[in-house]
């Protein structure tokens, strides 16, 4: 019998009420959250507000560091794009997951991935943006994903099933768009994991054209190491990474461009053509005229560098403020798990130096902020040894879902909770495995570990010379204190160390080379 509510005395109203209430909270907490995953390229975490930039303008991503959690010693396993991509997807260090280089290898679906676990978790899955793996999405619902490295302006995008089109705009912009309009229609009933991969801040460093200039009124200070000698580091010496031998004027600082030739340039409209013609002439003129030769060349690059590479960083970060205020608008954001992170760091001028792939701490730290509303209190700072192997473990354990037995890594949710972090056992040793060699830019390979205050190496593949760095007294890395008196034991506390972390991530490849390295 249906007993209008006039009819019900007050107390009976009150109960209801409250039961009503009561099941809507638990209903909400029973639901599991939402996760993105916001995933750039070659942003360094030097470069960024909440890193302790004074000049960078990344407002949103500081917006989530301090509305969550800042990981202070985020590391990666292998410092380069597609193997950190793929060791995101794996929870694998790249001798397992099989990608190991940038090359023409295609990622191999056919392993434990994320993607697929939440799915079969009860997500709705997409990754929309760059995933640059030399392979289609797999374990995705939705993806429309950038071929390979893609394009700043005007670029293709691969979406289902393997069609390719063209769009008319600004990468950064139009990987939002794309995010935001899957959002919309995705199905409601499900959670979802999104990965949104933008390309900046990716060399050639071209930025939207409204923020070009946005850093001209600035001169970057110059790295302490900026005109580092190298001496006592043969890998280091012999590298093809500096900003003064390296760097491209024309296509990587755009002086005297052919706008109607150079391949990058010709995929601006007119209309953008304008524009970027107009600015970089000006560019052009102001280097020819001065007609710098030596340091003051030199350091002109390092400045007209840090001035595209930040502003190209603008656009990144508005976009992801766009992604916030949707959240925000939606409705969404009480139940979603925002991530921003970098496949890896990259060099700002230290050392002389851009790109990555060392394990020197600009490429080997990558920037990593996580907002999760109700569980991580905001203002959180996470020192703890984090690597990037333990993503997928900890997302899937936000999700709540089992980590499979096959990922390396571990899940530090535990760590971003501020009653439960002292008491949690975490590793002291982090381990690292670089391959690629000898293109591009000529850096060894080599494998080591890091400690909260040690880092040992071992360079192999021609250089055949072992590092050690004390990080406390020497955090820029230009002395090499391997072999002097006094650090015997220290050298052979670590190498028992790392050869027990090559043992428990079945590095095989690299306990051979170990077993036969110079002492």
Request: with cysteine.
């Amino acid at each position: 019998m249906f007993v209008k509510p006039e009819h019900l005395n007050r107390p009976i109203l009150t109960l209801l009420f409250f039961l009503a209430a009561t099941f809507s909270s638990f209903a909400q907490t029973a639901t599991k959250p939402n996760i993105i995953f916001i995933f750039s390229d070659d942003h360094a975490y030097q470069g960024i507000g909440a890193y302790g930039n004074k000049i960078a303008k990344t407002p949103n991503i500081d917006r989530i560091a301090r509305e969550g959690a800042l990981l202070t010693n985020n590391l990666v396993t292998n410092s380069i794009c597609g193997p950190s991509r793929a060791t995101l997807l794996t929870g694998k260090y790249s001798h397992l997951n099989g990608y190991k280089r940038n090359d023409n290898t295609k990622f191999n679906t056919n392993q434990t991935l994320l993607s697929e676990t939440l799915r079969k978790s009860g997500y709705q899955t997409a990754w929309i943006g760059k995933m640059h793996l030399n392979s289609l999405p797999a374990g995705f619902d939705y993806w429309n994903v950038l071929p390979g490295q893609g394009h700043y302006y005007n670029p293709e995008f691969i979406g289902q099933p393997n069609d390719t089109t063209h769009h008319t705009g600004y990468v950064s912009d139009l990987i939002t768009q794309f995010a935001t309009s899957w959002l919309d229609k995705r199905d409601n009933a499900k959670p979802f994991f999104l990965i949104v991969g933008h390309k900046a801040t990716h060399r050639e460093w071209m930025p939207d054209l409204q923020d070009l200039g946005a850093y001209d009124d600035v001169t970057f200070p110059l790295p302490s190491t900026f005109y580092d000698d190298y001496k006592g580091r043969v890998a280091a010496l012999q590298q093809d990474m500096t900003i003064d031998k390296t760097m491209r004027m024309k296509l990587d600082l755009k002086v005297g461009v052919d706008y109607d030739k150079d391949w990058l340039y010709k995929r601006l409209n007119p209309e953008q053509r304008k524009v970027f013609k107009a600015y970089y002439d000006k560019v052009s003129k102001e280097v020819t005229d001065k007609n710098l030769t030596g340091k003051a060349l030199i350091e002109w690059k390092y400045q007209r560098y840090l001035r595209d590479y930040f502003s190209t960083a603008n656009s990144l970060d508005r976009n992801i403020g766009k992604l916030l205020d949707y959240l925000d608008k939606s409705g969404l954001s009480k139940n979603t798990v925002v991530i921003y992170a970098s496949d890896q760091g990259f060099y700002l001028g230290e050392h002389g130096w851009f790109d990555k792939r060392f394990i020197y701490e600009e490429s080997l730290k990558t920037p990593f902020v996580i907002r999760y509303p109700g569980v991580i209190k905001p203002g959180t700072k996470v020192d703890n040894l984090i690597v990037n192997a333990d993503w997928a473990p900890t997302m899937l354990n936000i999700a709540g879902a089992k980590t499979p037995a096959d990922m390396q890594g571990k899940s530090f949710l535990p760590l971003l909770k501020a009653d439960r972090a002292a008491q949690v056992p975490w590793r002291k040793e982090a381990y690292y495995h670089y391959y690629e060699f000898p293109e591009p830019h000529h850096v060894y390979p080599h494998f080591g570990l890091r400690t909260s205050r040690y880092k040992l190496v071992y360079f192999y593949g021609g250089a055949d010379s072992w590092e050690l760095y004390d990080l406390e007294k020497d955090p820029t890395e230009v002395s090499n204190i391997y072999g002097s008196a006094g650090t015997e034991k220290l050298a052979a506390d670590l190498k028992g160390k790392l050869k027990a972390l090559m043992n428990e991530y079945k590095d095989d490849e690299a306990l051979k080379i170990l077993a036969t390295a110079k002492k």
